[in-house]
Nanobody, 120 residues
Framework: QVLLVESGGGLVQAGGSLRLSCVAS????????MGWFRQAPGKEREFVAA????????VHANSVKGRFTISRDNAKNTVFLQMNSLKPEDTAVYIC?????????????WGQGTQVTVSS
């Protein structure tokens, strides 16, 4: 059982940067795969990035590869999403999610989300 709270969203101009944070509570955080998803108005939720328990293995969607970087600090029970070179099409609600021990496990806990708006 994990509770997730995101922060760091806001309004930024195209080409700018934001860093999202997701603070987790619960004893399983350090052994959990963590992910970021996003959902734009009228669109389905899409995968953005994920990271395993050690932080040594990450996956980034092709749409954000080279621009976004997921990381985690288990001592602080926090996962981050560093977003650089932002584009208007990145505008969405960004949602943090907690999975299981491996990438094959389903995500079981979802945060409320934080709004990211990129203007041109």
């Amino acid at each position: 059982q994990v509770l997730l709270v995101e922060s760091g969203g806001g309004l930024v101009q195209a080409g700018g940067s934001l860093r999202l944070s997701c603070v987790a509570s619960g004893r399983t955080f350090s052994s959990s795969v963590m992910g970021w998803f996003r959902q734009a108005p009228g669109k389905e939720r899409e995968f953005v990035a994920a990271i395993n328990w050690s932080g040594l293995n990450t996956v980034h969607a092709n749409s954000v590869k080279g621009r976004f970087t997921i990381s985690r600090d288990n001592a602080k029970n926090t996962v981050f999403l560093q977003m650089n070179s932002l584009k208007p099409e990145d505008t969405a609600v960004y949602i943090c999610a907690a999975g299981g021990a491996t990438f094959a496990d389903a995500y079981h806990t979802w945060g409320q989300g934080t709004q990211v708006t990129v203007s041109s």
